[in-house]
């Protein structure tokens, strides 16, 4: 079966630095995605990496490994607003997209 | 100028009712999603369509239909709803390419009683 694993929560302190990881097991790869979703809010679009290697976007960061089936999205300088949840998803070799379950970040001042 | 919108927001029934979702993008894009969101958050896609191909999770009940009038709107009628069908939808559309990143409603929350 088609898995993807992310923890479920992480804590992380303001102006800090958090790393979210994600690993994935899926029938063929087409792109991997991160989303970043608010509380009651829709997920909106954060990044995408197709080629192994890291992808920076201001503040945020995702890393890709498809040897190793791993992803991480690195949140810099972190900010109150960046509490959240951050869902990975990954585009199989059917161009279907697997989602994960979302890690809940919760920021502290 | 909202991208992707949808109604309504909340919407509480019965068991038994049959309900409609309306969801509308005005960004062009070619394909249009519905997904259910449970309580453990995970995002779960019903249907993907566009104007060729309807694509059906084959989980989805087939008291769940999608009802595309033209490309920019794509609807979700539900049947004898039950209570576990309680969630949150969102509607989704994307355009294509390469990255194909999606675009999402704000959600309709449903509560079944």
């Known amino acids: 079966g088609q898995n993807i694993d992310q923890p479920t929560e992480m804590t992380a302190t303001e102006g800090a630095i958090v790393q979210i990881n994600c690993t994935y097991q899926?029938?063929?790869?087409?792109?991997l995605f991160w989303y970043q979703q608010h509380a009651g809010e829709a997920p909106t679009f954060l990044s995408y990496?197709?080629l192994d290697g890291l992808e920076e976007k201001g503040r945020f960061s995702s890393f890709l490994s498809r040897s190793k089936g791993y992803s991480y999205l690195l949140l810099k300088e972190l900010q109150m607003k960046d509490s959240a949840s951050y869902l990975c998803?990954?585009?199989?070799?059917?161009?279907?997209?697997?989602w994960g379950a979302g890690t809940k970040l919760i920021i502290k001042p | 100028d909202t991208a992707v919108s949808q109604t309504p927001k909340y919407l509480v029934t019965q068991m038994g009712n049959d309900k409609s979702i309306k969801c509308e993008q005005n960004?062009?894009?070619?394909?249009m999603y519905w997904y259910k969101q449970d309580s453990k958050k995970f995002l779960k896609i019903m249907f993907s369509y566009n104007n060729k191909e309807l694509i059906i999770n084959e989980t989805v009940p087939n008291r769940f239909s999608p009802k595309s009038p033209d490309k920019a709107h794509l609807n979700l009628h539900i049947n004898s709803l039950e209570l576990g069908d309680s969630a949150v939808y969102f509607c989704?559309?994307?355009?294509?390419?390469?990255?194909?990143?999606?675009?999402f409603g704000p959600g309709t929350r449903l509560t079944v009683l």
């Open positions: 998803a990954v585009r199989d070799g059917n161009y279907q997209l697997i």
């Open positions: 989704a559309s994307s355009q294509g390419g390469d990255v194909d990143e999606q675009f």
């Open positions: 899926t029938s063929g790869f087409n792109g």
């Open positions: 960004l062009g894009h070619d394909t």
């Open positions: 990496n197709v």
